[in-house]
């Protein structure tokens, strides 16, 4: 073992998921040895246990598990159970903590920003239930990076970690595994694989978009080989450190090869993609684009089809910006609903304490309780075992949907790359007039109500405050709006749009049409295009 003297470096904090930076800095000497000692200083040590390590393939990651690995020898570590090739989709991680019964794990992944030399890199702590640290955690994390002064990591060769087996580093055993078999086992638990196969038997086409990133060798186990969709189905299958160059964020703007394929002529029954890390999913039939909300309210509608969640759901939850359509289904059903601050980490509790089975955010991301966090080819199989079931398009399924339940318009306006003081000083200068808002009109809606979110977690009464502006409007319009905690350059601004339509007529707007009137009214009361000189956002979801 040996000890290195360090220093406290600046811009450890993590945000929304884990630590994100420039991969240059994450390369910069001590950078990730010091973060990667915080945290299991913060854990209280890692002296005998049993973590699972992985990432999406990225740029360093490789690298970063090698580091890794010599910092969990040094620190005591009994056993580390590592992907092939240093690579886990992050739910795949998180099920191999739970299935292994490890003591936590790390997870080497910018999620869906870009990956590269020049693009990101991040690493992300979760524990033994396989969720994300909890904000305790990481503020702990955080905390022991600012006073660090030493590191522990083994002077030791690269271990191979392109052979499935054990070998030992040092002490410490290094198990490599498949990363695909455990987690293809465990989706073959929950859906029905034999209604899947005849469903591609029958004719029915798919085309799924892996974007070059970790869901390829998933995806290809599962839809081509165990489920027999046509080779091919899969496209972008080959994770790349760079992927390919590709944004790996399936919305319509990065998935626009998708989008064209499923919006043009002789587009598929049914398309989908996931990103970077393989947490997220977007859902398209032929010529129709699901809204994650209205995916997570479609799927809590019909869970019950699925032979997993056959009994019915616990409950659901959904984070404060995801519209309230999966609130309605809740209603319906007689479900406890929850509202959770954006990010996986706040749905851990509910679920470990039985209190909801399925969750979701505006932000592409769906999952349930097998695993603890969000899971993006979960949400495709269960979407697929629906329309097995229920024999009917996914246009249909939503216009039935809509139809039942009314629909909630709903659209994100990302503003990307904002100087960060500029953006602080707009949000501070809404946060001061938060309170006088109140019958304000404008562009002919009311303001009914407005505030910032705060959490309390109902399960061990932990409070999260500033987690987002909510501004209210009379009929059920609302605005929300707060800074991403994930990206790396600058600041970027979410808004998130809602508007609520009962039906029967108006069901089939256009959204940014149907939103303009909320548009309109933001502009005016936070002044967003005039404040940053931009003429619209970056991204519309
Ligand atoms: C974004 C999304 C949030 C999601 C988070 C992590 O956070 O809005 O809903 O949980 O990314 O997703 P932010 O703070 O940038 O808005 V992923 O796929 O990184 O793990
Ligand atoms: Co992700």
Redesign the pocket.
Known sequence: MTRHTTQPIDGQKP????LRKKTSIFMQPDFLENFVQATFDAVGGVTGKTLVLGGDGRYFGREAAMTILKIAAANGAARVIVGRGAWLS?PAASNLIRQRGADGGVIL?????PGGPDEDF?VKYNMSNGGPAPESVTSAIYDRTQEITGYLKLDAPDPDLDTLGESTMGEMVIEVVDPVSAYADLMKTLFDFNALRDLFESGFRMRMDSMCAITGPYAVEIFENRLGAPKGTVTHATPLPDFGGMHPDPNPTWAHELMAEMMGESAPDFGAAS???G??NMILGAGTYVSPSDSLAVLAANAHLVPGYKDGLKGVAR?M?TSAAADRVAEALGLDCYETP???KFFGNLMDAGRVSLCG?????TGSDHVR??DGLWAVLMWLNILAVRKMSVAEILTDHFARYGRNYYSRHDYEALPVDLAETMLGDLRAKLGSLKGTQTEGLTVESSDEFCYTDPVDGSVSEGQGFRILFEGGSRVVL??????TQGA?L?VYLERYAPGPDGLDRDPQEALAPIIAATEALVGIRARTGRTGPDVIT
């Open positions: 945000g929304t998921s884990g992050t992944s910018a999620s869906h920003n991040g990103d970077g890390d947490d997220r984070s910006p954006t990010g996986w955010e505006e932000s592409f991301g966090e969000k707060r800074l991403s905690g994930t990206g970027t979410r």
